[in-house]
């Protein structure tokens, strides 16, 4: 092995660490709610410790991966892990619910900064078969997290505390400050600061968190119709017209709408929104079915949706060794068939239903999810200049990132609007009519993964 093949195996070590971290923290946070609970009070507060992170990662992931094309990746994901390391330091020293909330969106901004820029090194330094290879392993960071967090949090918070949930960053952090920072030599030819378009980040940020608190607040905190939420979305609709104006007329554009003329872009960006649409409605109202209809405990819910995260990495890995030899286009279809397939079994469900249907629904999700994210992923990579491969990589995050987001708030919505009562009954009719919803949706994502353009001049290129 040369000493370049042997600095990029260390560097890609290092960037998995540090995705792996990222991705964990959304998840282990989950199984110590009470122990936090408990120890800082603010129970009302307690759901701000997940949303104030949605917020803060979802708004700066776009403004990072620009960053990243103007500055160079190494110098904007040492930035982004200094401030994830900072934030998990102050989370495991929080002495009040508040001040957990504020070091978890100083952790969510770091967040926002990892992922896209981790994708871009790593389409950056591999090319054609070695590029889906990686980013399929990459991918499969995200659902192994999810099957460790609620065991290392549990784990953390019966043995020690619930602080070293946090804490635990620290030398995973700094192990890949010294690897990537230590072995990446990046070429880059960085751009003056007057090129930066502070005005399109600045009506881009009021835009999206107004959007995302009106989502995150609506219904819980704030009726629908109140005053709160009707000039929150306000607020949102007006920044984004201005952002838009902005971004049409700025030379270098925090996100350049041309990203969204160019299908082989915009096609990938639709299945990730609305995919993760349906992946927060399996993830939120299955456990929410085996409770409440089938009568079996929250472990076994949790242990219900393994086969998911199992399922998704497997097809993430296989999708990226294979695609360059059937094409992209072929397993985006092949996973979006899958998914419309589990959501059609999942339409099936009844209160008769045996944990065994729920297992193979959650299975074709996961597979067919794993189906496309890699070859959607590359196919943004190889298809967007490599001045833009940053922001059209973060681009990528955000769309899922806000179609979660989305659909939390709408299944919530329509969920409240069917349930009035705490009976199974009107439990089981409530997740009915999203099942319904759900099933729509992939019929949806059947029909936008057809308008992808079938030539792949640029897949075989890059795989050559």
């Known amino acids: 092995m040369s000493q370049k093949q042997t600095n990029r195996t260390v560097v890609t070590i290092g960037l998995l660490s540090a995705l792996f971290i990222g991705a964990l923290d959304s998840t282990v946070v989950t199984t110590a709610t009470t122990s ?120 953390f ?34 751009v003056t600061k007057s090129r930066i378009d502070y005005w399109g980040a600045l009506t881009f940020t009021i835009s999206i968190s107004c959007l995302l608190l009106a989502l995150l607040t609506g219904g819980e905190s704030y009726a629908w119709d109140s005053l709160e939420i009707v000039a929150l979305f306000a607020i949102a609709v007006v920044f984004l017209v201005v952002f838009l104006f902005i971004e049409s007329a700025a030379k270098e554009p925090m996100l350049p709408l041309s990203l969204f003329r160019e299908r082989r872009l915009t096609i990938p960006y639709a299945l990730g929104f609305f995919g993760f649409c349906i ?48 094409g992209a286009g072929r397993f985006m279809l092949l996973g979006t068939i899958f998914v419309a397939c589990g959501a059609l079994w999942l339409y099936t469900l009844h209160e008769g239903s045996s944990y065994w249907h729920i297992i193979g629904l959650l299975v074709l999700v996961g597979f067919g999810m794993g189906c496309i994210s890699t070859p959607a992923i590359v196919t943004i990579q190889n298809s967007a200049a490599s001045s833009m491969r940053g922001v059209a990589t973060s681009t990528n ?29 009107q439990m089981a009719a409530g997740m009915h009519a999203i099942f319904i919803l759900l099933l729509a949706l992939a019929l949806v994502k059947i029909f936008i993964v057809n308008l992808l353009p079938r030539a792949a001049k640029a897949e075989k290129a890059e795989a050559a």
């Open 36 to 155: 936090i609970v408990k120890d800082l009070q603010g129970l009302s507060l307690i759901g701000w410790i997940f949303s104030i992170y949605t917020l803060t990662t979802c708004v700066t992931t776009p403004i990072f991966g620009k960053l990243a094309d103007l500055f160079g990746r190494k110098s904007i994901f040492a930035i982004g892990l200094s401030l994830f390391l900072i934030g998990s330091i102050l989370c495991g020293a929080a002495q009040s619910m508040t001040q957990l909330i504020w070091f978890r969106a100083i952790q969510g901004i770091g967040a926002g900064a990892l992922t896209p820029v981790i994708f871009t090194i790593i389409g950056d330094m591999y090319t054609g078969v070695q590029r889906g290879k990686v980013q399929g392993v990459l991918s499969s960071m995200w659902s192994i997290a999810g099957l460790v967090g609620p065991f290392v949090g549990g784990y």
């Open 157 to 190: 918070v019966d043995t020690i505390t619930w602080r070293w949930i946090f804490y635990m960053n620290i030398p995973i952090s700094v192990l890949s400050f010294v690897l990537v920072l230590g072995f990446l030599h990046e070429k880059f030819e960085k």
């Open 279 to 326: 992946v927060a409605g399996v993830t939120i109202y299955i456990p929410l079915w085996i409770q409440n209809v089938m009568g079996l405990s929250a472990t076994t819910s949790g242990l219900m949706l393994m086969p998911m995260s199992l399922a998704w990495p497997i097809a993430s890995n296989l999708s990226g060794r294979y695609m360059f030899r059937f």
């Open 397 to 425: 995050s955000f769309m899922g990132t806000l179609g979660q987001t989305v659909a939390v708030a709408v299944f919530g919505m329509l969920f409240n609007r069917v349930v009035t009562e705490d009976i199974p009954s």
